[in-house]
């Protein structure tokens, strides 16, 4: 059957109209510079989490530890560039860009460095500096198999100054903080090393102006 003109440029229309959605997904589902998140480790289901406790040990800084619980608002961690560094507000994170976490409520950025941690005695992981201002112990390499960082993939992080990955042990903590678990780094890409995104805010490229909300804050 041959088509007519006007024939051809509604079927063109209908193309675009297709795949312009299957775009703007692949588009949003990207995490970017400046996205508010919550982290969730794949194997254990916990996320990644901070509040003004410190260390009764190690380097005696502020304690990174993991919840189980959803809704907690100190579990919020807004992505940056590396300290001296700039990235676009909306800009996709590729795998092997390094990166920092800032904690949204205490504004420190998760760290490590050579502390043991006080429950396996792995490697120390805290969160460390003043209103988001740290040194290059917040550093952390986003380790992952595509171009770029995508919502739903199960990354690493490896931390720039000592190797480790951020990972959690499996032991959990007593009281003041009972039921948390223990964040450490390890030197190997074992259990408890691999996390995902959860609930954030996530800014989606400039050209879109616009953020997506996935689930509650």
Known sequence: MKLKGENINLLRILIILCISPLYNAVKTNFVTCGSILKLLNSDYNYRLHSHDVKYGSGSGQQSVTGTEQKDDVNSHWVIKAPTGKYCERGEPIKCGDTIRFEHLTTRKNLHSHHFSSPLSNEQEVSAYGNDGVGDTGDH??????????????????????????????????????????????VHSMHHGTRWTTAEGLFIVPKEKETVYLHNEL
């Open 140 to 185: 952390w390499d986003v380790v992952c198999s595509n171009e770029s960082w995508m919502r739903d993939a199960h990354v690493r992080f490896r931390h720039i100054d000592t190797g480790a990955y951020l990972a959690m042990s499996g032991k959990s903590y007593g009281r003041p903080i009972s039921g948390q678990m223990e964040i450490v780094g």
